[in-house]
């Protein structure tokens, strides 16, 4: 593999990946008779251009970096978690039971708990893949793709059976008091009005700037690093595979489950069957366009954010774009970012590791 | 494709007894900066069996991979009945008549004998024909050769020894004319062996070629007609095994070279600082390779251990560094017996006073993907910082003393260990163990890939230690390297130590023979006590099984 100058590495081949989904996603708007400028500038216009429709950018954003640091931290350990979807899920419960144990108690006292409880539920669900990984051998990939089926099938019931109250028709648990529900920030800035983002999305950039510190500044990050990389290595070192696997798990699956106190304690106040909606298989992309870094995850879950809103204004304003097309656009960014992301490695290796024709002249 | 290429009969070499089935000429291989083959002629007769012995890593399996078209050569042409062959891939090899039966198997375990032995060899779409047809074939080579196995049994139920016989009749099967044997006997009992060797007697006799890798030369005087003696890559000699003696191969095999000088005062003995005690070790695999050795390294000594790669000697050193658990026996560090429960024992074993220098730095020693200074502490990493924080700066000032120290070139903190050279990844290595000042230091092939320059600094630094009073084990391939280092050398073979002997006085012939278990007074018999040949099945089941630790002491 040709090695590319850091900032190409970091910078051009991201941007340039996205540029080519872009321009294969222009074709098909194209191809379905629409002007793909517009189409553009109408996605931009819905996840930048008015306050509302930022905020539910900066919303989407929120879930992204979660479930993409739930992947990336683990990735960091050599382990490949595709379960942020059920870990999220999981979560949930645990910060509806808080919520509605101390419902009508100041936001104040509840939030911290609800993250706690959120991230304890959404630990102990990761965890057990982690167990099976370490203990058993079970792969990790194989167990957390069915611990979410598992925690669909297990959460269905338990909504619709133990925590719907009597009386309600749809799928979801009793609500909490306005008082208890995560604020949102139109409450303090007019700016996002009509916008669901809250304040867990600060919690999101602590969680950024912490799982940095976590990964490049600590003991265990290192651990997690040695054993990531090289797990014969990690051994030799002293360090326990087994038992970082499973924390690592835990941990990330701890980050997961802040997209339910996003949602669930922030938004809708309430449980929902389903609430997570895909958001935790976005962080697999998120964390494999994000390269596994917070400022990567950052990035590229703001992107994930942008085609999420600006998609659903765009379905909304442009007729001949339906839903699926967007999702076609979106799966684009995923097939370009991810599964083809070092597609461009190769050439653009030999443009730099070729002498500028020019310069040699001198 | 018996009859005779009229070129090749009149070569000098056509006037021996047999044409010849196998010609290399001029073979040359590079992996990277390494130089695997170097220049490789081999004639091989038809109709005989041609040993190639060699220590690991001599290149005998490259060249063998070469024949059967693994790798491709960068140089030098291969004949196949005098006649010149670019082989592409196996299936072209196999086409020119040319099997290989590899050391561990390619055989599909949940299959029958029959499946495994028409897999990729099926005549067309549907199975059934196919597999009469090999029925058949199947009875008529058992019956010519020896080779007799049950059809339809299930690859996994059956023992290693049948499992090989499955692989030499897939090759047979497929038309081989030129059987490659890679260290056949290193997975069998002493009864499959003979077996084995009866069916390549048998196998000869009816025309067929057979290429034999192996180190072990009983082996070598017992069956084959010529022999080939490769080192560093390099092809030595080529003998008839009638006008051999093991002692001669011996010699070729480990070469003789000049000693190292290694400026070195005569030892002190002090306190038992090691102490090893009936210790046997198991592989990944659940077979046997430390069978019962006990031995004890005393302060200011090198105790050396001697020996063919692959007969014991890793699996005795990362068991020591509490990387891998026994099962059965005892490891004291200054007296205390170290405990192995969970999968940290290195983290234990180092607190106890012991470091290691792993055999091989690449797989165990070093995260290649970390920067230099990170692989410094690698091993020792809780000792930096007093909370969650890693402290990077004082970690830095430790890389940087160390690279001085141990002139690291290029003393550059954040470049990745991988771009490192080999010899400077390993003083990374040696400096980050040897600089804490540990009690007991294990050391594996301390100088493998390590120029001459900086092996000199190395073994000075080995004799440093072990003058402040450190006990210190070393294990190394290089024959030279043990001898002027080591104040004793146990000799390892086969999982057990085999002789010990003083270095001044020791006969490198004698070494030789004792390390390739063809000693006459101390040939190996084995331990029986041990189940050493299980079948998958029950493999399957030690592994499920929860680990024994009870007979273990902890602390």
């Not at chain 2, 002629?41 to 109709?47: I, P």
């Not at chain 2, 693994?70 to 099997?99: K, M």
């Not at chain 2, 495994?116 to 080579?141: F, H, I, M, Y």
């Amino acid at each position: 593999m040709t090695a590319l100058p850091r900032w190409a590495d970091v910078i051009l081949l991201p941007v340039l990946n996205v540029v080519l989904a872009f321009l294969v996603g222009g074709l098909i708007v194209l191809a379905v008779g629409q002007n793909p400028i517009e189409a553009v500038g109408i996605m931009l216009y819905g996840a930048f251009g008015y306050g509302s429709g930022f905020g539910y950018t900066l919303y989407y954003t929120t879930d992204f970096i979660f479930a993409g640091l739930a992947v990336s931290l683990a990735y960091h350990a050599g382990l490949f978690n595709i379960g942020p979807e059920g870990q999220a899920y999981v979560g949930g419960l645990g910060v509806i039971l808080i919520g509605l144990a101390l419902n009508g108690t100041h936001w104040a006292i509840v939030f911290p708990l609800m993250i706690v409880c959120g991230a304890l539920f959404g630990a102990a669900w990761a965890f057990i893949p982690g167990y099976l990984q370490a203990k058993r051998g079970s792969h990790v990939v194989i167990t957390t793709i069915l611990f979410n089926f598992i925690a669909a099938s297990m959460m269905g019931y338990i909504i619709s059976r133990i925590l719907k109250p009597a009386g309600v028709n749809s799928d979801e648990s009793a609500p909490l008091e306005a008082i208890t529900r995560v604020p949102q920030l139109r409450s303090f800035i007019e700016l996002f009005r009509n916008s669901p983002v809250n304040l867990t999305f600060f919690l999101a950039i602590a969680a950024l700037i912490f799982v940095y510190w976590l990964i490049w500044r600590t003991k265990f990050g290192y651990a997690v690093r040695a054993l990531g990389n090289n797990p014969v290595a990690a051994n030799y070192a002293g360090i326990s595979n087994q038992k970082m696997i499973m924390i690592v798990m835990a941990l990330a699956g701890a980050f997961a489950a802040m997209v339910a106190v996003n949602n669930v304690g922030g938004v809708q106040g309430r449980l929902i069957l389903n609430f997570v909606n895909g958001a935790g298989f976005v962080g697999i992309a998120v964390a494999f366009m994000g390269r596994g870094h917070p400022v990567g995850v950052g990035l590229s879950a703001l992107l994930f954010g942008i085609l999420y809103q600006g998609g659903q204004e765009l379905a909304f304003q442009m007729p001949g774009i339906t839903r699926e097309m967007i999702v076609t656009i979106q799966a684009l960014v995923i097939l370009f970012t991810g599964a083809m992301g070092d597609m461009l490695r190769g050439p653009l290796g030999r443009i730099f590791t070729q002498p500028d024709p020019v310069a040699g002249g001198k | 494709m018996t009859s005779l290429n009229p070129e090749n009969a009149q070569r000098p070499e056509g006037a021996a007894a047999a044409p010849l089935a196998i010609e290399l000429i001029g073979i040359n291989k590079h992996f990277g900066p390494v130089h695997a083959n170097r220049d490789i002629h081999l004639a091989v007769r038809r109709g005989t069996v041609h040993g190639i012995v060699g220590e690991n890593g001599a290149g005998k399996s490259t060249l063998m991979s070469i024949l059967y078209g693994f790798y491709t050569a960068d140089s030098g042409e291969i004949r196949v009945n005098g006649a010149p062959q670019t082989i592409t891939d196996s299936r072209h090899a196999l086409a020119l008549g040319i099997g290989m039966v590899h050391q561990h198997f390619m055989l599909v375990d949940n299959f029958t004998v029959l499946e495994n032995v028409v897999l990729g060899a099926e005549d067309s779409a549907l199975l059934r024909p196919t597999l009469n047809k090999a029925r058949d074939q199947l009875k008529a080579l058992a019956r010519d050769y020896g080779l007799e196995v049950d059809p339809d049994a299930i690859i996994e139920n059956l023992s290693v020894g049948q499992q090989q016989r499955v692989e030499i009749l897939k090759a047979l099967y497929r038309g081989a004319e030129t059987l490659i044997l890679d260290e056949p006997t290193g997975v069998l009992t002493p009864a499959e062996a003979d077996h084995l060797f009866r069916i390549l007697g048998k196998l000869r006799e009816e025309g067929k070629t057979i290429i034999l890798i192996t180190h072990k030369l009983r082996e070598i005087m017992a069956i084959t007609d010529e022999v080939s003696v490769m080192r560093q890559g390099a092809m030595v000699q080529t003998l008839k095994t009638a006008e051999t003696s093991p002692e001669q191969l011996a010699e070729l095999m480990v070469g003789r070279r000049v000693l190292l000088r290694v400026e070195k005062g005569p030892a002190n003995p002090g306190d038992v600082l090691l102490d090893v005690e009936n210790l046997i070790v198991t592989d990944d695999f659940k077979v046997p390779r430390v069978k019962n050795i006990s031995f004890q390294v005393r302060a200011g000594e090198i105790v050396g251990i001697a020996g063919v790669a692959g007969n014991g000697q890793s699996e005795l050193l990362e068991s020591i560094a509490g990387m891998r658990d026994q099962l059965g026996g005892t490891i004291r560090v200054n007296g205390r017996p170290l405990s192995l429960a969970g999968d940290d024992g290195a983290a234990r074993a180092r607190l106890a006073g012991l470091a290691h220098v792993p055999e091989d730095r690449l797989r165990m020693g070093l995260v290649t993907n970390f920067a230099a200074w990170e692989n410094a502490i690698l091993g020792y990493q809780d000792k930096y910082g007093d909370g969650p924080g890693l402290d990077i700066a004082k970690a830095r000032d430790i890389a940087g003393e160390y690279m001085k120290k141990f002139d690291v070139r290029p003393a550059n903190l954040d470049l990745k260990t991988s771009n490192f050279s080999g010899g400077n990844q390993q003083k990374i290595v040696l400096a980050r163990e040897m600089e804490r000042d540990p009690d007991v230091l294990i050391v594996g092939q301390p100088t493998r890939g390590v120029d001459i320059g900086a092996i000199e600094f190395i073994h000075n630094q080995i004799i440093k230690m072990r003058d402040a009073g450190k006990a210190i084990l070393l294990v190394s391939v290089e024959l030279d390297e043990i001898r002027s280092l080591a104040d004793r050398i146990l000799v390892m073979f086969d999982g057990h130590i085999v002789g010990e002997a003083d270095p001044a006085s020791a006969d490198e012939t004698e070494l030789g023979l004792l390390m390739t278990g063809s000693h006459p007074d101390r040939a190996v018999t084995e331990p029986g006590t041990l189940p050493a040949h299980e079948t998958p099945a029950q493999q399957t089941m030690v592994q499920m099984s929860p680990k024994d630790n009870s007979g273990r002491e902890t602390n």
